[in-house]
T-cell receptor
């Protein structure tokens, strides 16, 4: 079992819809959780970080964390074609190493 | 704004050549990393450093080597490049003084070995 798991996709949503991206992790001692967006051929860029259970909202993005279920998600409201990218979940373990999931490719269709 | 720079951005070389990919950051971060990523594939950690004179190998075995003589500089070297080394190499940094936990990435160095 991989330490950080994501569905590789592609996840296809129509423009204006809510895109829901999910991530599970195996290390119960993990403390910090991050979502990165990576456009094709570019480097990853941080879009959200979350450290405690619950929801964290930033503009059209909402990160959700449930440590009991070892689950973190990213919701993108009013999805735009420019949101089409690969979204990487990253988890910082108790040992302070950051582990990336394989990424979910999101396609937003006009 | 993240300030981490990689050179060259693109490099095409012949088999057997020695290459060095440069990475510098101006944020004073103590931790630096090298990742390898093929198109459409996962990020793989190949080297990391938690400070000056400290280097460790990552999860993916790599024939490359790294050094960390100065806090801001973390070059990666391939002594004899082969076509199997063709990939994108991403440098990243994190840690003090901001210590927010996230990684800041450079723009990457795309290496093609003929």
């Amino acid at each position: 079992q991989k330490e950080v798991e994501q569905n590789s996709g592609p996840l296809s949503v129509p423009e204006g819809a809510i895109a829901s991206l999910n991530c599970t992790y195996s290390d119960r001692g993990s403390q910090s959780f991050f979502w990165y967006r990576q456009y094709s051929g570019k480097s990853p860029e941080l879009i959200m970080s979350i450290y405690s259970n619950g929801d964290k909202e930033d503009g059209r993005f909402t990160a959700q964390l449930n440590k009991a279920s070892q689950y973190v998600s990213l919701l993108i409201r009013d999805s735009q074609p420019s949101d089409s990218a690969t979204y990487l979940c990253a988890v910082r373990s108790a040992g302070n190493m950051l582990t990336f999931g394989g990424g979910t490719r999101l396609m937003v269709k006009p | 704004e993240a300030d981490i720079y990689q050179t060259p951005r693109y490099l095409v070389i012949g088999t057997g050549k020695k290459i060095t990919l440069e990475c510098s950051q101006t944020m004073g971060h103590d931790k630096m990393y090298w990742y390898q990523q093929d198109p459409g594939m996962e990020l793989h950690l190949i080297h990391y450093s938690y400070g000056v004179n400290s280097t460790e190998k990552g999860d993916l075995s790599s024939e490359s080597t790294v050094s960390r003589i100065r806090t801001e500089h973390f070059p990666l070297t391939l002594e004899s490049a082969r076509p199997s080394h063709t990939s994108q190499y991403l440098c990243a940094s994190s840690g003090r003084p901001s210590n927010t936990g996230e990684l800041f990435f450079g723009e990457g160095s795309r290496l093609t070995v003929l």
